[in-house]
């Protein structure tokens, strides 16, 4: 403990500036005010009327300063939680342990936080020295200091368009470098999540992690056995979105952190054809993030878990149980083993078993059927993820086009179709010419006459 105290007290001594931060002006950071959010501005600028500091803060800084489209926008202020509360019309606080306010513009809403102290050793930690109580308020240096990279820890004010950087993380982020703030040691200690966030942004801004930033993570990949398991998803669902999921989960692996972790993605690696289906799913996901579309966490599951789900599916078939029956006992079993380690929250896990048990009812479904299910919510996504199992030929690449134009067709359209698969599986052909299209189209697995 005293030894943890010493270096938490150096690391501390040498983490913060002794001639104040840097201030660097516009032509230095190249941020253009025109790609700020103007609600962003309007907090600042409103708070900054009232005599408080407050500036914008963290992944916006930086992904402006690359050349990235920021996510959200996040500001950091001097104003206690009530203060700031007090001067907007639609603002609520939330969070229990450490509050922050949300200022809300239609769609867009403004995360405002109350600069923060950093941990100290009074502060409650764990037997691991990870962080279960952090709510002091601070200064402004000292939020700086306990953000974690440097390159996270750059502050924009926009009414006088400077760049406020206690740590040089401006320098870092041109170099690429991702370098933790502080001891690294002792700041994976306080959470071990900043691990997983090293990598990450090393995927994303296509950086290097500084040596000593990086060596310690081969050693303390366990602590993260520590973290809770909600946390972990929410940090996990970043990874796998952040636009260069496979980089990350190469990372994970050659860390060491997958393990135990992501057991998934160790077990689906092992499997035959696992790497490859993991693969095609995770480079779906990171062209829909590049492109700016939108991306749901129940398809990305329901991809990474697939294999473990189909493998297991196919054993209970073999047992002679029902296939449809077979699906949900495999998928219950896969879903409540891998939900130990990363609580995959409710209304996904109810996401991904439709888009599982749909996989089931493109082998035999029946014009009635099939009208039925292009009345779910989830037969989209469904269609897709047979396009991706189309991919790593599992199924039947005409099958999953025939289900796709269904999915893309009119009403009329779609009459047609079925009606033609109807026609095919009375055992009554179709007019020869009509019978070519048509048979191209058909379902693989179409009742035989
Ligand atoms: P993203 O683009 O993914 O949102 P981000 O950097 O904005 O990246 P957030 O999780 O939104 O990440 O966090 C906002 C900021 O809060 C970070 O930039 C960093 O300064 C700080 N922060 C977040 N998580 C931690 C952490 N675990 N330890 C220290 N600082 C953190
Ligand atoms: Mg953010």
Redesign the pocket.
Known sequence: MLKETIKNFVSRLFSTPRSGPERLPRDKHGIERRNVSRHAIKVCEVLQHEGFAAYI????V??LIVGLE???F?VATNATPNQVRALFRRARIIGKRFQLVHVVFGQEIIETSTFRAPASVEQDTDEHGRILRDNLFGTHEEDAA???FTL??LYYDPVTEEVIDYHRGVQDLKKRIVRMIGDPETRYRE?P??ML?ALRFAAKLNATIDPATREPILRMAPLIENVPSSRLFDEIL?LLT?GHAMDCVRQLQAVGLDQGLLPLIEIIFKQEGGEQFVELALARTDARVRAGKTISPSFLFAALLWKLVNQRWQEICASGEHPAQALMQAADSVVEEQTRKLAIQRRFQADMREIWFMQARFERANPKTIWRMLEQPRFRAAVDFLQLRAEAREVDSVQAQWWMDLANADDATRAELIEAYQTESRGKPPAARRRRSTRRRRPASAPEA
């Open positions: 803060v963290g992944g916006a930086r992904d920021p996510k959200d996040d306990r953000r974690d996270n820890a959470d999540v900043r966030r970043k952040c």
